[in-house]
């Protein structure tokens, strides 16, 4: 996946969450906005990596992991799964095959979070 269709799909996946949740932008102000943009960032590196490696494994396990710091301070499971979603429903957009694992990873992702 190259540059372009990362920042294009973190974009997307940012304004979805804030159009859909609005109360955010008034709970966390422009700052949160920003942060939620680098998650989706930090998600689609882990993401990339672990394609990378063909090793489903290695994201999985950074989804646990930042499950469990985001349920520490006051997130839900569900939240994380929400995002993972709204990524699937993006890379289906682009219509290209090359992101076929970049969907499956996701989606054995939301399995485990699922499970918890």
């Not at 301070?73 to 993006?90: A, P, S, V, W, Y």
Request: aromatic share 8%; charged share 30%.
């Amino acid at each position: 996946m190259n540059s372009a269709i990362a920042n294009k799909i973190v974009a997307e996946v940012t304004e979805e969450i804030y159009t859909e949740y609005p109360e955010l932008l008034q709970k966390f102000g422009r700052s949160g906005k920003q942060k939620c943009q680098e998650d989706n960032e930090h998600h689609l590196n882990q993401l990339r990596a672990a394609v990378h490696h063909d090793n489903v494994k290695m994201f999985i396990d950074y989804s646990e992991w930042l499950d469990g710091i985001l349920t520490s301070r006051g997130m839900k499971t569900d939240h994380l799964i929400d995002n993972f979603e709204r990524l699937i429903k993006q890379f289906k957009r682009q219509k290209n095959e090359e992101l076929q694992k970049h969907i499956s990873f996701l989606q054995e992702a939301i399995e485990t979070l699922e499970i918890k």
